[in-house]
């Protein structure tokens, strides 16, 4: 049985928007949306068990900037979980309305670029707790740390609602089990990108740098612990 089709999608294959081919059969969009949201409550139940953890640590700046990070991704999540598994699930798309406009702009770009840039502040947070060691003891970045994520939110929420309007936004269609932009997206889409590999980049090179301490410091232990024992048999054999 052939399936029928969206007056949205019917009109994206009329202007040869879309090819036949990339229209998803009816059974695999049924399999894909049950696995969507079998794989959103799975991952909104292991990021719960992973911020009721790091609400019982004393927050410090490291552990605020992990349960803001565990917070946009349950967001993303529940994107999934109460929107597009189920429309995937009963495969009854109508087109564009302002639930999946708002909803795939916040998965797309708004929201999903706080995971970067929270693992980004994590690692540089890291590379300051071992290069600055007895600053980072007694120094309390607490109110630093809380004014800079909400900087962030705050762009991501203006990145969502400026993202959303008519000529400018990204559509979740199930019916492609895809996402489809309205419009100015190709430009918007390649500097997200661009901006998720500068701070993977940038995250990875703060990482390297703390290994490299790491393992200088474990050289200059084993070391110092080496000549203890020469100092220490010496003294003895004397």
């Not at 399936?3 to 928007?17: A, F, K, P, R």
């Not at 139940?45 to 349960?67: D, E, P, T």
């Not at 936004?169 to 492609?176: A, D, W």
Request: proline letters at 2%; a positive charge; glycine letters at 6%.
């Amino acid at each position: 049985m052939t399936m029928v089709l969206s007056e949205y999608t019917t009109h994206l294959l009329i202007n040869g928007q879309v090819l036949p081919r990339e229209i998803a059969d009816e059974t695999w969009i049924k399999v894909m949306g049950w696995t969507m949201f079998l794989m959103s409550l799975i991952g909104m139940a292991v990021n719960l068990r992973v911020l009721q953890g790091f609400f019982k640590q004393k927050m410090s700046s490291f552990y605020i900037m992990c349960s803001s990070k565990t917070l946009s991704n349950m967001i993303i999540i529940l994107c999934y979980l109460f929107h597009n598994a189920p429309i995937t699930i009963i495969n009854n798309f109508t087109g564009p309305t302002s639930a999946n406009i708002i909803v795939n702009q916040m998965v797309s770009y708004g929201i999903y670029l706080l995971g970067p840039v929270t693992q980004l502040l994590i690692s540089i947070n890291r590379l300051m707790v071992i290069i600055f060691v007895k600053k980072s003891i007694t120094q309390n970045n607490q109110k630093i740390t809380f004014a800079i994520l909400i900087c962030f939110w705050v762009a991501a929420i203006v990145i969502t609602a400026w993202g959303s309007r008519d000529t400018c936004n990204v559509i979740y269609n199930p019916e492609l089990l895809n996402w489809w932009s309205g419009g100015c997206d190709d430009n918007i889409g390649e500097a997200a990108m661009g901006f998720v590999i500068l701070c993977a980049i940038l995250s990875n090179l703060c990482n390297l740098v703390v290994v490299i301490k790491l393992a200088m410091s474990m050289m200059r232990y084993a070391i110092l612990q080496s000549q203890y024992r020469q100092e220490t048999i010496s003294g003895v054999i004397s």
